[in-house]
């Protein structure tokens, strides 16, 4: 199979929750009308089990009807499936099964805990290069959940497989984001992994963001990102400001729980979360209802 070297993941993807049920199944029901509301409000790419996707605790039988029910709802949008693990053999297995679903690329986050050298994150993604060839690979650098940090000096070297396409930078660092931006290579693309600096992210070279907030409110989170990628600034900072408090409401404990609580608000699931998360508090409740009543949202 021929390299998709050149798929392109800009613009605005939002990484998907999973909606459970009270006894801690996942929603199904739920779940479609989420990728419905999302994909209809004008994400870009669709990314199903991901960090907001409760990934880590998602059992192996439920992966399958989830990417194929992403892929059934999606209106014609990008599908990109994560597939990361801290062992290689299940990361590779995992995105040559997303590869035969159907999905049109691999989140693939840093292995986490196992703390690779750069060494190591080369054979790791080339093992899965190798399960799924030609299959186009967003690498999720998300140092605090991983506790491992890929610098850009480590991205260069994988820049090198031609099936690492894209990187989800999600260190929170604006200085390492602008250099992972100056020292991109011709046809790789830069996403920011955070809400809040989509805007600087942007600025500095990111051509999209992987978005939260976008399950709540795709239309407005695209509208940020399609202001800032066009150099439109008052109307970009004029988004943002407005949309801000919402953005920091989401993050008060740990994602997904405020935000399962607000697409509870917006009638699009329960706020239920598996454990070790337990759902929102009522003060981070309180929060979310004036930063949606601040944005504008009823």
């Known amino acids: 199979m021929t390299s998709q070297a050149i798929a392109d993941f800009s613009g605005l993807s939002v990484a998907l929750a999973t909606p459970?049920?009270?006894?801690?199944?996942?929603?199904?029901?739920?779940?479609?009308?989420?990728?419905?509301?999302?994909?209809?409000?004008?994400?870009?790419?669709?990314?199903?089990?991901?960090?907001?996707?409760?990934?880590?605790t998602i059992a192996e039988s439920e992966r399958d009807p989830l990417i194929a029910a992403t892929l059934e709802e999606a209106r014609g949008k990008k599908v990109v499936a994560g597939t990361g693990h801290n062992s290689t053999r299940q990361t590779a297995a995992w995105t040559k099964?997303?590869?035969?679903?159907?999905?049109?690329?691999?989140?693939?986050?840093?292995?986490?805990?196992?703390?690779?050298?750069?060494?190591?994150?080369?054979?790791?993604?080339?093992?899965?290069?190798?399960?799924?060839p030609g299959l186009p690979f967003i690498v999720y650098n998300v140092p605090g959940r991983t506790g491992l940090n890929l610098t850009p000096g480590a991205l260069q070297l994988l820049w090198?497989?031609?099936?690492?396409?894209?990187?989800?930078e999600s260190s929170g660092n604006v200085a390492q984001i602008s250099e992972v931006a100056r020292t991109l290579p011709p046809g790789k693309t830069l996403l920011s992994g955070d809400d809040n600096l989509a805007l600087a992210s942007i600025a500095v070279g990111a051509e999209g963001l992987v978005s939260v907030l976008g399950n709540m409110i795709p239309k407005e989170t695209r509208q940020l990102v399609e202001a800032a990628r066009a150099g439109r600034r008052a109307e970009a900072v004029a988004l943002n400001n407005?949309?801000?408090?919402?953005?920091?409401?989401?993050?008060?404990?740990?994602?997904?729980?405020?935000?399962?609580?607000?697409?509870?608000?917006?009638?699009?699931?329960?706020?239920?979360?598996?454990?070790?998360?337990?759902p929102a508090s009522d003060a981070t409740r309180a929060r979310l209802k004036e930063a949606m009543a601040h944005a504008g949202i009823r």
Not at 160 to 168: F, I, P
């Open 97 to 132: 099964r997303a590869q035969e679903l159907g999905a049109h690329g691999a989140l693939i986050v840093t292995p986490f805990y196992n703390k690779p050298t750069p060494q190591g994150l080369v054979a790791h993604f080339r093992a899965a290069a190798d399960a799924a």
């Open 242 to 278: 407005r949309l801000l408090p919402l953005i920091d409401a989401l993050f008060v404990e740990s994602n997904p729980i405020p935000l399962k609580a607000g697409l509870q608000m917006l009638g699009l699931g329960g706020d239920f979360v598996r454990l070790p998360l337990v």
């Open 20 to 56: 459970f049920t009270a006894s801690g199944e996942v929603d199904m029901k739920a779940f479609r009308a989420l990728v419905k509301h999302v994909a209809e409000g004008g994400a870009d790419v669709l990314v199903v089990l991901g960090s907001t996707g409760e990934a880590a």
């Open 160 to 168: 090198q497989n031609e099936q690492v396409v894209a990187v989800k």
